[in-house]
């Protein structure tokens, strides 16, 4: 059982940045995978970025060169940093995390808001 709360959206200008927090609680020592999903209305759920192990990474093209996952192992939090924002960026982004221990369970936090408008 995991629990994943995530925080930092909000409004920016388009090429503007922000940085979005998941902090992850429960059985953190059993998660694999973790990342970051955004959605629109009408379209379906699409990767951002994941990280795995200690330092490997996975990049949706749409935002390769933007943005940076990355993870802290001290306060089980993931982060995504991004940059050079534009208004097609704007969605609600979901953190994920992955277990595989007794099969393989996904979790998703309950999503914030990033919206690029000027």
């Known amino acids: 059982q995991v629990q994943l709360v995530e925080s930092g959206g909000g409004l920016v200008q388009p090429g503007g940045s922000l940085r979005l927090s998941c902090a992850a609680s429960?059985?953190?020592?059993?998660?694999?995978?973790l990342g970051w999903y955004r959605q629109v209305p009408g379209k379906q759920r699409e990767l951002v970025a994941t990280?795995?192990?200690?330092?490997?990474?996975n990049y949706a093209d749409s935002v390769k060169g933007r943005c940076t996952i990355s993870r802290s192992n001290a306060n089980n939090t993931v982060y995504l940093q991004m940059s050079s924002l534009k208004p097609e960026d704007t969605a609600v982004y979901y953190c994920?995390?992955?277990?595989?221990?007794?099969?393989?369970?996904?979790?998703w936090g309950q999503g914030t808001q990033v919206t690029v408008s000027s």
């Open positions: 994920y995390a992955r277990t595989e221990r007794l099969g393989i369970y996904d979790y």
């Open positions: 429960g059985s953190v020592f059993t998660i694999n995978a």
């Open positions: 990280i795995t192990g200690v330092s490997t990474t």
